[in-house]
């Protein structure tokens, strides 16, 4: 059996063989794993193909086996976040995504590792130990959703489930040269997503190939009224697979082109859209003036929000507790040991930034400032059907490299967060490689045109090879 296949392949071999079968292959390639991608694998998973295997194959992902972030609920496998305070937490109910895959037939393969509640670009903040790069063992293969992205890249799973709010999905995607796409908020339930800053986040596919992503939304997306925040609008995903970008009107926005670009990254993303201009698509530079404020608005409104979300975490209802003399005196021995210094730090800066006296010097001015990058989205997207830019400046870094200077870390964002202060769809594709690192190529879109997105990605990796390249590392 092949390592790498598509759910199209995956699919074929269950009908000449098993889901049993398949499902046991990749726990085998699991098992040899040179890069911590995982943080359990389910020892159900095999019991599930069995099942699936007797009941006939029926649903579109009848066998087909995921991995999945370990911020998001499946019943009876543990949801750490990538981190100690929730040791030993096991959900007893499944999120709203696991439900719909489950329904589809998908074999859940284990739990990805991650940032600690998904702070972090790099997945050096969990509590497991880093992940490494498939590309570059000795590189971090981005985050937060960096084991995810990692696993997929390794052919340890055909796909993943990730988690966006600031990049996680993209920028992992980006790293380690696979495709990952940041739905429009509110297309899929965050139902059973354990919420970091929920006004940004979306769960997210990641695949080695544009339409397993488009499979996967298509399951995954849709209302769900136990997210408050979900919008009944769905948009069919596999329909918009065409491999024709004649007449679609592209943007470049210069400012997402700044100080510090690696000079290859720029040159793979200006070679991509000039494939686009080769097959019949248009491009015009847009101007964006207020995303250079994006980065300050988004750690702002991100750390308020998780110091809010994260208050939950108190050793009384979930996993990990440090006993003490009295209640106050395990609260905050519980969360002074339970929580790593990354998480630490953010709390207590969104703590402060809510306080008294100081919430409308940031909080709400973060809040203004998130309003004027959503109008230099919508007046951009006014003008053209997509955006296009590089999803990180730079390739994958070394592990170790940055983790000891948060603002360094931070700053790899800038491409980015914006896009999830704006709600927009973004997608990230393999656009081409310096000196043996993957590069990735954003495409953002207008709300809920994940469609005219999915398509541009698509004709892309239709008419180039960058995302046909494997990793030698684990290959
Ligand atoms: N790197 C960003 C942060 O640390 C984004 C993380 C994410 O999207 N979950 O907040």
Known sequence: MAKWMSVAQVKEKIEESSAEEVTARYLEVIGKSKINGYLTVSDKALEQAKKIDKEGHSGPLAGVPIAIKDNISVVGLPNSCGSKILEGYVPPFNAHVIEKLLAAGAVVLGKTNMDEFAMGSSTETSHFGPTSNPWDLERVPGG???????????GEAPF????????????????C????????????????????????????????????????????????????????????????????VKGLKIGVPKEFFGEGIHPDVEKAVWDAIHKYESLGATWKEVSMPNIKYSLASYYIIAMCEASSNLARFDGTRYGFRENAENWHAMVSKTRADGFGTEVKRRILLGTYALSAGYHDKYYLKALKVRTLVKQDFDKALS???????????????KIGEKIEDPLTLYLSDVNTCPINLAGVPSISVPCGFTDGLPI????????????????????????????????????
């Not at 937060?144 to 390794?154: E, H, L, M, P, R």
């Not at 992503?213 to 979900?230: C, E, F, K």
């Not at 053209?384 to 400046?393: E, G, K």
């Open 383 to 397: 003008a053209v059907d997509l955006l296009m830019a590089p999803t990180m400046p730079n390739p994958a870094f």
């Open 440 to 475: 990735g190529l954003q495409i953002m879109g207008k709300p809920f045109d994940e469609p005219t997105v999915l398509r541009a990605a698509y004709t892309f990796e239709q008419n180039t090879d960058h995302h046909t390249k494997r990793p030698p590392e684990v290959a």
């Open 160 to 175: 993943a489930l990730g988690s966006d709010t600031g990049g996680s999905v993209r920028c992992p995607a980006a790293f």
């Open 177 to 244: 040269g696979v495709v990952g796409l940041k739905p429009t908020y509110g297309a899929v339930s965050r139902y059973g997503v354990v919420a970091y800053a929920n006004s940004l986040e979306q769960v997210g596919p990641l695949a080695n190939n544009v339409e397993d992503i488009a499979v996967l939304m298509d399951v995954i997306a849709g209302y769900d009224r136990r997210d408050s925040t979900s919008i009944n609008n769905k948009t069919e995903c596999q329909k918009s697979l065409v491999d024709d």
């Open 144 to 154: 937060s959703s960096g084991g995810s992205a990692a696993v997929v890249a390794a």
